[in-house]
């Protein structure tokens, strides 16, 4: 009896070794489908085709004065010079790779000092009483980079940025608007404009 069992076991052990290369077989060629179809002709499809359909967008809707990038739509970089309106402020310093909030509840004693500080600063910035100071010019979005204002928050830099360049109010005032974006499909979100690129149309207005 065990000579039997023993003599089967023999007998189909080649054919189970067999088997078990081709399952190995077909999992390695699965594997390499899934990792060479999936893992990079699908994304390389994906980057291609975003690339014919949202150009602007798939190069980081970066904003170009004379073919040169000044920098991208969709991150807010801070300007020095009295001449440009300037952004709200950045809990990562404007810095891409470092793109947080300030993590501080409303509550917490710091933030309201860090408030009241950048309020005084502001007001005397713009030739304004602090309490006509937006709160979004004092205050820091969830992610530090928001590009955008509302057109709240540029109208206070309207008589600055004006006498900066030697222009009429009426002419600022006129880029605000034609810069100012409505909430999204009519609905979502509140007008707003975005800082570079209202930055850029005053530097080919002058």
């Not at 499809?45 to 359909?53: C, K, P, Q, T």
């Not at 809990?91 to 891409?96: E, M, S, V």
């Amino acid at each position: 009896m065990n000579h039997a069992i023993a003599a089967s076991a023999s007998h189909d052990s080649p054919a189970r070794t067999i088997d078990d290369r081709s399952t190995l077989r077909a999992s390695v060629g699965f594997a390499v489908v899934i990792l060479a179809g999936f893992g990079f002709l699908y994304s390389l499809a994906g980057a291609g085709l975003g690339r014919v359909l949202f150009p602007h967008q798939a190069t980081g809707s970066m904003v170009e004065v004379d073919g040169t990038p000044r920098g991208s739509a969709l991150v807010a970089q801070p300007f020095v010079d009295a001449r440009y309106f300037q952004p709200r402020p950045s809990a990562g310093n404007y810095d891409p790779m470092a793109a947080a909030g300030s993590n501080l509840a409303r509550s917490n004693p710091d933030l309201r000092k860090r408030m009241d500080e950048l309020r005084q600063q502001v007001a005397q910035r713009e030739g304004i009483a602090p309490a006509q100071v937006p709160a979004e010019l004092v205050t820091m979005s969830g992610g530090g980079m928001d590009p955008h204002l509302s057109p709240e928050g540029v109208r206070v830099q309207i008589a600055r940025v004006a006498k900066a360049r030697g222009l009429s109010e009426a002419q600022v005032n006129a880029l605000v608007a034609g810069h100012t974006e409505p909430a999204t499909f009519g609905v979502l979100g509140r007008p707003r404009v975005n800082v570079l690129e209202l930055n850029v149309a005053l530097d080919r207005a002058r």
